[in-house]
Each structure stands twice: as structure tokens, then as C-alpha cells.
């Protein structure tokens, strides 16, 4: 994908290796029987928690473990946490949206629709 656009902080360059990152983890042991431990946590309603804990794990101990190579690692990490949040939060939002369309769509039909039809429905 060629763009014209002059990125002054090599976020094409940034993108590239968060990418990378993320495509290794789902060939890694994270991702034993083609699940992540992280799919769990999120389903069992636990994903807000678990990323922004990471994310402020990882921002806490940025530069202070290892080489410039692991600190560019931390720095990885906290962005596909952050990227994992953002789905979790998009799901969010869609869910709600979408039940508070249900409810309108409820809340339009006659009264005693829902009710009327006994044992049928």
C-alpha cells in the first residue's frame, strides 16, 4: 500500500513491526490448540481488566529490564494490549447499541402484542 503521505515519526515503519508482533503471537505458545489464554479472560467478561493491567504492567517496566531490544518489546506489547482493548470496546459499544435498538423496536410495537399470543410464543 503506497501512500504520499510524509509520516514525520515512522508510524508506517511503527505499524510494520506492531503487526509482525501480533502475527508471531498466533504462531507462538500463547496460542496453544489455535486458542490465546487472552480469549478466555475477555469471554468470561474479564478483557477491560486484564488489558489495561498489562498495559500499565508493561509501561511500568519500559527500560527497565534488559536491552533496547527488549524495551522495544514492552513497548509492543502495550500496543497490541491496547489494540485487544479497542475490539473489546468496539464489541462493547456494538452490543449496547444494538440491544438499545432492540429495546426501541420493543418499545414501538403495540401494547399487548408481546403478551397476546399466550402460550404460542
Not at 505458545?29 to 489495561?52: L, M, R, V, W
Not at 522495544?72 to 444494538?98: F, G, M, N, P
Request: aromatic letters at 10%; charged letters at 30%; glycine letters at 6%.
Amino acid at each position: 500500500m503506497k501512500t504520499d503521505i510524509e509520516y514525520k515519526f515512522s508510524e508506517d515503519k511503527s505499524l510494520k513491526l506492531l503487526k509482525d508482533h501480533i502475527d508471531k503471537t498466533y504462531s507462538s505458545h500463547y496460542s496453544k490448540n489455535k486458542f490465546q489464554s487472552t480469549e478466555f479472560i475477555t469471554d468470561a467478561g474479564h478483557g477491560t481488566g486484564f488489558c489495561i493491567g498489562n498495559i500499565m504492567k508493561y509501561a511500568q517496566r519500559y527500560g527497565k529490564k534488559g536491552t533496547a531490544e527488549d524495551h522495544q518489546k514492552d513497548l509492543l506489547k502495550i500496543l497490541h494490549y491496547a489494540v485487544i482493548q479497542l475490539h473489546i470496546h468496539q464489541k462493547e459499544y456494538t452490543d449496547r447499541h444494538s440491544l438499545s435498538k432492540l429495546d426501541d423496536l420493543v418499545d414501538t410495537m403495540p401494547k399487548g402484542l408481546l403478551s397476546s399470543c399466550g402460550d404460542d410464543c
